[in-house]
Nanobody
Framework: QVQLVESGGGLVQAGGSLRLSCAAS????????MGWFRQAPGKEREFVAALSWSDGSTYYADSVKGRFTISRNNAKNTVYLQMNSLKPEDTAVYYC????????????????WGKGTLVTVSS
């Protein structure tokens, strides 16, 4: 069982930056592929970024490529999402998720989810 708690959300102006953190419980955090997803008001949840535990491969949605960076610190059982050059359309609740598979295989592979943290980008 893995419990995930996101933090770092807030209100930021367009063009600004935020770093989200996701703290995970459990002793095998290093063997979980981690992902970030988001859900904007009135929209479906969408993929943002993922980091495979087996080889460190990263994956990004086209909408955030070049602006967001996913990383992890296994010693701290934490995964991060650095968000730069934020846009109003990045406004959403951001969720952290964990998948025990060695490589990212889509949101359906994510077995554990956090409760989310709200990011609001003002224009």
């Amino acid at each position: 069982q893995v419990q995930l708690v996101e933090s770092g959300g807030g209100l930021v102006q367009a063009g600004g930056s935020l770093r989200l953190s996701c703290a995970a419980s459990g002793r095998t955090f290093s063997r979980y592929t981690m992902g970030w997803f988001r859900q904007a008001p009135g929209k479906e949840r969408e993929f943002v970024a993922a980091l495979s535990w087996s080889d460190g491969s990263t994956y990004y949605a086209d909408s955030v490529k070049g602006r967001f960076t996913i990383s992890r610190n296994n010693a701290k059982n934490t995964v991060y999402l650095q968000m730069n050059s934020l846009k109003p359309e990045d406004t959403a609740v951001y969720y952290c998720a964990a998948d025990p598979r060695p490589r990212y295989s889509g949101s359906r592979g994510m077995d554990y989810w956090g409760k989310g943290t709200l990011v609001t980008v003002s224009s």
